[in-house]
DNA sequence: ACCTAGCACTCCTCGCCTGCGATTGCTAAG
DNA sequence: CTTAGCAATCGCAGGCGAGGAGTGCTAGGT
């Protein structure tokens, strides 16, 4: 092997690897030494590409499902595939625009924006697409408002600057009146404006609440308020096009497909897997048993963040074979991901 | 055939009917004579019973997917059993404590409890089921609170007797100050307090913008947020259990199974299918073509309202193979709407 | 008039075999 | 280091036949 070459494989090698790979998430049949030669003039026989192939087996890129059979990547040739043969690709500006114009028309509630964003993932990659829903962490406080409902009950609203973020009723132990309610409201605002929302303390409230005198019940209808704020439904997931996953030849047999969804439905684990990738700076990719869960060693996931403002608040991801054309699939991502990050900016509470 | 029996079919048929129709539901093979008699004493030899078959099939009842096959039950067949040859079940007190704990125990947001009443329903019936969200056409108006954001952006909140309905974001085109918000507010409480949704009128809130002055714009702002309460997400719904399908010996084939799945994510072909059991007393069962779409000929739906009060407000429902235990779905859904609906009401508004 | 034993007939299913084609690895020569 | 040639391996599709499941019919019994 040539050092210096990437992934120590020397020019030729790597070449053959990435074709291997190419030809293969193009036909989902293992690729044999002549369909190499006759369909990328390579310039050397197939009885050399079969030397290679056999070299790039025992590096552990390549498998052999049978004896007489053609050669298809393993994890391993894909990873190295990803990270350092294909070619990237970007977004044609008509299919930015494309997705920028969907996404305008979907209403203005947060969770529609995301579920937009989602569909048309899953309609353009054509495959399982899926984002988790926001955190609001790092949003800013807008407002605060305490609804009279009866003289024991009331909700309050906790305004962000993405739009509500939560409501939530509240019974109290003492008769309250509407005025209490407004005062506390206003005091509360005039406090906490512009705060992010995780920089907010209970000392806060408390300050508020007894300096107007009220009960101290009050502490802890609004810190529940601001709890159910801050964690949203951050660990439930929307997710679109898991009939895609039907078509795709290697699940024609059902049984792999079960705990795919199985999986989907639960979302737990879904969420976990794509976690750590809410700090990436771009598209991530994890192949095969990278993802740590045995009933998905057939499966790749694209993961990519989106922003609100200049913090990370969600993933957006594509599920698919890990026969997926991932150049594609990082691009369309990544560029759903970021029209998505806009959207939600534009819509900003100031 | 003797008159008065049930259906047009003398007892035994009737009989040998029903005990086609159990036996397919249990083995999802089709029913030989010889089989029926030696798991049902029926008392006939199977010669007997072959006669009967071939009658049944004459009648429409069965049918044989080949000549030296058993027999399975068409559409006919199971429509006559479900109205009237099966036993109808109930749940057992244990099963309907079951239900009504986990229900309670699930968060206090609307649609929480909807989407934990699907995936109970899903777990529990081992299909795939599925709700309407509800419609607030019916519900009690409750609050409207008009918040300043800024100068000329606020929030308008409207509660109703089932929580929060609706909140929407508006502009205004001159400013506003808090108070005049706060002012309208206050004015449109004490107007609107406890009517239903549907029956606000236009000239209720022209009255109260008119009365204090305020610019006419506000009608909008207000007419707008009404309407979004009352159409709420209606069209959506929460879907769970899609995997169970997989489970079926009959969709193996993972063809038949890519057509649901589109249609569950579709949703709008789903909606329409169960939109006219809205009225129903109790559950309704839809069999194969009576579905009325291609693609779900194969399927079954059982659908059961679930209420809010008095009024239903959205379905329940059970999809899976014509071949599913009629009875026992049908008192799992029933008994799932039946706690939806009393958790509902427990956390109505007053 | 109804029931039933017996039987011929039909049709599906499964396992077995075979031949074909695809593809490889190896060898030996350039 | 490359390549042509070739034997060897393996999967797969198709054909064939045995086996079995189940029916419909017939004829005789109650």
Redo the contacts with the bound molecule.
């Keep these: 092997m040539n050092p210096g070459s990437p992934g120590g494989l020397d020019k030729?090698k790597a070449y053959i690897l990435a074709t291997v790979v190419y030809e293969y998430i193009a036909t989902a049949?293992?690729?044999?030494?002549?369909?190499l030669t006759q369909k990328y003039r390579l310039?050397?026989?197939?009885?050399?590409?079969?030397?290679e192939?056999?070299d790039l087996?025992a590096g552990g890129y390549l498998v052999?499902?049978?004896?007489?059979?053609?050669?298809i990547p393993s994890d391993a040739g894909y990873r190295t595939f990803v990270d350092q043969l294909m070619h990237p690709e970007t977004l044609q500006a008509a299919d930015r625009r494309r997705i920028r114009d969907e996404l305008r028309d979907a209403s203005r509630e947060l969770d529609e924006v995301i579920e937009s964003a989602t569909r048309l993932l899953g309609r353009l990659s054509k495959n399982l697409a899926f984002a988790t829903k926001p955190s609001n962490d790092a949003q800013t406080f807008r407002h605060l408002q305490l609804i009279w409902l009866s003289a024991r009950t009331g909700m309050a609203i906790v305004v962000t600057s993405m739009g509500v973020a939560a409501q939530s009723l509240f019974e109290l132990a003492a008769d309250a009146g509407p005025d209490e309610l407004t005062r506390l409201s206003n005091a509360l605002n005039s406090r906490l404006g512009n705060k992010m929302l995780r920089d907010i303390r209970e000392s806060d409230i408390a300050a508020a609440v007894d300096q107007l005198g009220l009960a101290g019940e009050f502490k802890n209808v609004i810190m529940t308020a601001l709890r159910s704020a801050r964690s949203g439904e951050q660990s439930t997931l929307a997710a679109s096009g898991a009939q895609n996953l039907l078509d795709q030849p290697e699940f024609q047999d059902a049984r792999k497909l079960r705990s795919i969804l199985n999986i989907v439905e639960e979302q737990k684990t879904l969420y976990d897997l794509v976690a750590d990738s809410m700090t990436a700076e771009s598209a991530e990719v994890k192949i095969g048993h990278e993802l740590g869960v045995d009933e998905m060693q057939d499966f790749s996931i694209v993961t990519v963040p989106y922003r609100f403002g200049e913090s990370a608040i969600g993933m957006l991801s594509v599920l698919g074979p890990r026969r997926m054309p991932y150049a594609r699939l990082m691009a369309l991502a990544s560029g759903t991901a970021e029209s998505l990050s806009s959207r939600l900016s534009d819509a900003e509470i100031k």
Tied chains: 1, 2.
């Excluded at 052999?64 to 050669?71: D, E, K």
């Design positions: 030729r049949e293992p690729v044999a030494s002549q369909t310039g050397v026989s197939s009885a050399t590409v079969r030397n192939l056999a087996e052999q499902p049978h004896t007489s059979a053609g050669r």
